[in-house]
């Protein structure tokens, strides 16, 4: 099935505090999962990304943890900013050229 | 800026109306695509050209027709639209791993 079902619909965390979204999928045949940040008038911009080969995968503040046999991946916001309140979505991808979406995240981070 | 450019960044058109919105990719990528963002819902893709050829077209109704002229062009043309097409349309391109969006055009139908 060609859908990604995504948790929360938004989240508020304080200011230092950590950030978890997750996203579960049914197809196997998906091999490659980004997640993207997209903030108000802009378009959604490339985050951090994982092949289901991978356990985790780490950039900076942001950590990816995927669970093959489970079918779910999360993203970890550790420290997380005002800066980093926006839009988050998971993606997977199939037949090499088409990516669909999760409903998103709206993360908001206080100070 | 990600090298995706899309015109108009705003429309606003009656249902009557045939209008056009264009995208266009500076990174020498050879897939684009059109999805649609409306609130409350996951981003639809709705077609993807690879090569200039179509390869995807998500039972997408055709008042929505699609254009590709070469690698580096896309349009989406429109006409006899609903409310519910309201939406921001957002174009990409990519190189199969990495997907670059353009800013979107927010369409309101009257």
């Known amino acids: 099935q060609q859908q990604v079902k995504q948790s929360p619909q938004s989240l508020i965390v304080q200011k230092g505090g950590i950030s978890i979204i997750n996203c579960a999928y049914e197809?196997?045949?998906?091999?490659?999962f980004p997640w993207y940040q997209q903030f108000p008038g802009k378009g959604p911009a490339l985050l951090i990304a994982i092949r289901p080969d991978v356990s985790e995968k780490k950039e900076g503040r942001f950590t990816i943890s995927f669970n093959k046999s489970a079918k779910q991946f999360s993203l970890h916001i550790m420290d997380s900013q005002p800066g980093d309140s926006a839009t988050y979505f998971c993606?997977?991808?199939?037949?090499?050229?088409?990516?669909?979406f999760g409903t998103g995240t709206r993360l908001q981070v206080f100070p | 800026e990600t090298g995706v450019t899309q015109t108009p960044r705003h429309l606003v058109m009656g249902m009557t109306n045939k209008k056009s919105l264009k995208c266009e990719q500076h990174l020498g990528h050879n897939a684009m695509y059109w999805y649609k963002q409306s609130a409350k819902k996951p981003l639809e893709l709705m077609f993807v050209?690879?090569?200039?050829?179509?390869?995807e077209n998500n039972s997408v109704p055709s008042r929505f027709s699609p254009e590709c002229p070469n690698s580096s062009h896309l349009f989406l043309h429109l006409h006899t639209l609903q409310p519910e097409d309201s939406a921001l349309y957002l174009c990409a391109s990519s190189s199969g791993v990495r997907w670059f969006f353009g800013p979107g055009t927010r369409l309101t139908v009257l």
């Open positions: 050209y690879n090569f200039k050829e179509q390869t």
């Open positions: 993606a997977a991808r199939y037949n090499t050229d088409k990516l669909i």
């Open positions: 197809n196997t045949a998906f091999d490659y």
